[in-house]
């Protein structure tokens, strides 16, 4: 019990205590307007053609800005950067519940809210990704993101019932309302914090020759660059698509949308879990162990593809979650302990630009490709070349061989290129002109 209570040490940091209980009840809004954006989209119109244009929107400009956002997150403060992103969003979804509310809501005008929210996170996610390192020590990093896992897993299981439970009682507008109300908190918190000012590396050049700085950050990593391919990869084939595959197969089986919501909670519970394990678990591989829990993303599928139905894929769903626990954990720990502390915005950003690319794609193949197919054949193609996706990366060595350095032996982004692995001769020869980088992307890192 000692030394559980001892990981939970992190948050005695002022600063890091404050961040984690501000996006703890932020957090639980964030899981709330989605349901709701849905069942007001089929209350408007009951077209799956417009929920999905209403769900694209968000993850284009949230993948269309994220460069920009993290160029500016590098330039100034980032918890300035993260409270203007809030008030915007806060903005945004209130609008949203006043056009329900008041009965003026049009497709076309949650489509645009949809758009303008993904653009101001677009500033959030690789600002806070910048921000932890910042006030948290390189041996407390860990700790510290698995308990900003822990918070945000449990708001996407918390916040999903209780968007239920308000839109069958008082509807949708209202509770998205209370999801504008929540981004208070992570204001109020963020405007306590007493974050010392950055020292910059070098002035300030040009837009355009800092975001191409950010970039090459990730282009001298071999194991990053080939990492966030595959997330990008694994994203588009399998687990965008199995978000529309998925209901599509166990309502072919007779099972409806009690079923599919077990799979998701058990997904959720899953990576409760697996951030209170990634509060002990300290790979001496983390990249291996990266690969490794990425690829679970095609058990569900498989699942599904031999006529599995509720009750196997809620047991799948609920081990992938313990391992994309662990895996956002170690993933955004080595980021932040090998990449340069000036461009730890820039990479994060370019992490999240390549998960969210082509997720839009993956969810708009998937329900032509099952009409065409079938539902069955559909998961069995994404599960298959799924496998692929994810398991090509064992082939590169700097994924196999970069070893995790002992966190009192380094400082925050002063690595040696590649992360140091060990038997990645060749790849150092890639690597040898800049640092190493990498990133992590809330709760899209499903892969």
């Keep these: 019990m000692r030394r559980w209570l001892s990981d939970l040490a992190v948050l005695r940091e002022r600063d890091f205590l404050r961040l984690f209980l501000g996006q703890s009840v932020s957090v639980i809004g964030d899981g709330i307007t989605p349901i709701a954006i849905t069942y007001a989209v089929l209350d408007l119109t009951g077209s799956a053609t417009d929920l999905g244009l209403v769900l694209a929107a968000q993850s284009f400009t949230l993948a269309a800005f994220a460069l920009v956002g993290g160029v500016w997150a590098d330039r100034l403060r980032r918890e300035w950067v993260m409270i203007a992103s809030d008030v915007v969003r806060m903005l945004v979804v209130a609008a949203a519940a006043v056009l329900l509310i008041g009965g003026w809501a049009q497709i076309w005008s949650l489509v645009l809210v949809g758009a303008a929210y993904g653009a101001a996170e677009a500033f959030f996610r690789p600002a806070l990704g910048g921000l932890v390192p910042q006030i948290v020590p390189a041996v407390k990093l860990q700790q ?9 897993n449990a708001g996407w299981f918390v916040g999903p019932a209780l968007a239920g439970l308000m839109v069958a009682g008082v509807g949708p507008g209202v509770a998205i309302a209370v999801d504008a109300g929540t981004f208070l908190a992570g204001i109020a918190f963020l405007l306590s914090m007493r974050v ?5 590396a070098t002035a300030h050049r040009g837009f355009i020759a800092e975001l191409l700085a950010g ?6 990593r071999t194991w990053l660059w080939v990492m966030l391919l595959r997330a990008m990869l694994v994203l588009f084939i399998v687990v965008a698509p199995f978000q529309v595959l998925g209901p599509l197969a166990l ?8 079923a599919w919501g077990l799979a998701m909670a058990a997904l959720s519970g899953g990576m409760i879990i697996g951030s209170i394990v990634a509060l002990r678990y300290r790979p001496r591989r983390p990249m291996l162990v990266v690969a490794l829990t990425g690829a679970t993303a095609v058990a569900a599928p498989f699942v599904l593809a031999v006529g599995g139905g509720a009750l196997p894929l809620i047991v799948v769903q609920a081990g992938r979650g313990v391992a994309v626990g662990v895996l956002v954990a170690v993933w955004m720990t080595t980021l932040q302990r090998e990449i340069p502390e000036e461009a730890l915005s820039r990479v994060t950003a370019w992490d999240w630009m390549a998960s969210m690319a082509l997720w839009p794609v993956g969810l708009a193949i998937a329900g032509p490709l099952a009409d065409v197919v079938g539902v069955r054949t559909a998961c069995a193609l994404t599960a298959g070349l799924g496998m692929l996706a994810a398991g090509w990366v064992f082939l590169v060595p700097s994924v196999r061989g970069m070893q995790a350095r002992p966190p009192e032996d380094h400082r925050v982004g002063s690595g040696p290129p590649d992360g140091g692995a060990s038997g990645s001769s060749g790849d150092q020869t890639t690597a040898a002109s800049d640092r190493q980088a990498s990133a992590s992307h809330g709760h899209l890192i499903t892969s």
């Excluded at 010392?196 to 910059?200: K, Q, S, Y």
């Excluded at 970039?215 to 001298?220: A, D, K």
């Excluded at 309502?251 to 009690?258: D, E, I, K």
């Design 144 to 152: 510290a993101n698995a308990l900003l896992g822990l918070s945000e």
């Design 251 to 258: 309502r072919a089986l007779g099972q409806g949308a009690g």
């Design 196 to 200: 010392p000012p950055r020292a910059r």
């Design 215 to 220: 970039w090459r950050e990730v282009r001298s």
